[in-house]
T-cell receptor, first 116, second 114 residues
Framework: DSGVTQTPKHLITATGQRVTLRCSPRSGDLSVYWYQQSLDQGLQFLIQYYNGEERAKGNILERFSAQQFPDLHSELNLSSLELGDSALYFC???????????????FGPGTRLTVT | DAKTTQPNSMESNEEEPVHLPCNHSTISGTDYIHWYRQLPSQGPEYVIHGLTSNVNNRMASLAIAEDRKSSTLILHRATLRDAAVYYCILRDFRRGGSQGNLIFGKGTKLSVKP
């Protein structure tokens, strides 16, 4: 158990719809990362938040957005869903320390999104 | 971040050591070498990381070449539970441990035979 929780585990929805994925980081971790894993693209970084602020952006579509709340949990919002958005979405968290601390990212179990 | 090259797949027998290679010929002096693995139907899991010296932890050992252009992840006694995709990733330490996202390649799929 990594200490990172994600809900829901599975989500099935129709094209054009909007969904919200939720992530609770490990206790004390300030950074949250979102990754998408699809069969054809592999694991891709989407976006990172650090203590409530956006820190880095990867291959995140404009239809997708995220935020990190004061209690440090994060939500990934996916809108105008397309068939190609079907994938596993992972959240990861890491600590804020320097040196050797904070190098490890701890991943949640993922949310499997199926768009029909 | 510099690129890494790994074999697509490897096979091992249970209870034997496994050496998973990674080439990173364009590594810079500020890149840490990280290894993660992903078991079937699970999220990626941190395994080990290092900069210049060899590293050991409870999961594995990391052997880093003197010129740092390659490294090897060593599982001392493979178990069936070690069957996973293993990713070798470089991360620039100037970006800070909490500031840098991971860039995953295709990794090496390790199969372990009983």
């Amino acid at each position: 158990d990594s200490g990172v929780t994600q809900t829901p585990k599975h989500l099935i929805t129709a094209t054009g719809q909007r969904v919200t994925l939720r992530c609770s980081p490990r206790s004390g971790d300030l950074s949250v990362y979102w990754y998408q894993q699809s069969l054809d693209q592999g694991l891709q970084f989407l976006i990172q938040y650090y203590n409530g602020e956006e820190r880095a952006k990867g291959n995140i579509l404009e239809r997708f957005s995220a935020q990190q709340f004061p209690d440090l949990h994060s939500e990934l919002n996916l809108s105008s869903l397309e068939l190609g958005d079907s994938a596993l979405y992972f959240c990861a968290s890491s600590g804020s320390g320097g040196g050797g601390q904070g190098h490890e990212q701890y991943f949640g179990p993922g949310t499997r999104l199926t768009v029909t | 971040d510099a690129k890494t090259t790994q074999p697509n797949s490897m096979e091992s027998n249970e209870e034997e050591p496994v050496h998973l290679p990674c080439n990173h010929s364009t590594i810079s002096g500020t890149d840490y070498i990280h290894w993660y693995r992903q078991l079937p139907s699970q999220g990626p899991e941190y395994v080990i990381h290092g900069l210049t010296s060899n590293v050991n932890n409870r999961m594995a050992s990391l052997a880093i070449a003197e010129d740092r252009k390659s490294s090897t992840l060593i599982l001392h006694r493979a178990t069936l539970r070690d069957a996973a995709v293993y990713y070798c990733i470089l991360r620039d330490f100037r970006r800070g441990g909490s500031q840098g996202n991971l860039i995953f390649g295709k990794g090496t799929k390790l199969s372990v035979k009983p």
